[in-house]
């Protein structure tokens, strides 16, 4: 567990997320989404993504960014990380896919991304993975130069392709 002092009189500890966190974790995808302006791709739903979470068989992990007022009051979720294994057939190991690292805009320049993507790293080092890879949108220039400021490399040549698939039958 990480902690962050954030100005905004509150404490921010990075946790492993709970199923208490889900609709908290879905807000904040919704608020992804609106940022990308592609809120008409969010097709998903919070029991979904509760069952991907916390399921009998889940398909991926998330980080939070847990603010908890000096003053008093309720923890809120402020920031997300979700990431999930992929493999590496060049470097015959596992590593990690981070699908999405968001912070609610009043939480931003104070360090929780910076958390979130070093506890995501951190999870990959302790599971012996042999890379952590994202992908940014390339008009998001301050995505970019965090990431870089990082220690990432932006992949020129390199192309996300995507095969959408029909929603299962039941």
């Known amino acids: 567990m990480i902690s962050i002092e954030n100005p905004q009189p509150a404490t921010v500890q990075i946790r492993s997320a709970q199923p208490a966190d889900v609709a908290a974790l879905f807000h904040l995808i919704e608020a992804l989404a609106a940022y990308e302006k592609l809120s008409h791709q969010v097709t998903g739903s919070p029991e979904a993504l509760r069952s991907h979470l916390f399921g009998d068989r889940p398909f991926a992990e998330a980080l939070v960014a847990e603010a908890q007022p000096t003053a ?11 990431f999930f294994y992929n493999y590496s057939t060049f470097l015959t190991r596992p590593g990690l896919y981070l699908e999405d690292l968001f912070v609610l805009p009043a939480y931003r320049g104070q360090g929780l991304g910076k958390g979130l993507l070093q506890a995501v790293i951190d999870r990959a080092k302790s599971q012996q993975c042999g890379r952590v890879e994202w992908s940014v949108l390339d008009w998001n220039a301050p995505a970019i130069a965090f990431y870089e ?8 040549d390199w192309r996300i392709c995507r095969v959408l698939l029909p929603e299962a039958i039941t």
Do not use: F, Y
């Open 149 to 156: 400021h990082m220690g990432a490399t932006v992949l020129p």
């Open 72 to 82: 008093g009051g309720a923890a809120s979720i402020v920031g997300m990380a979700l």
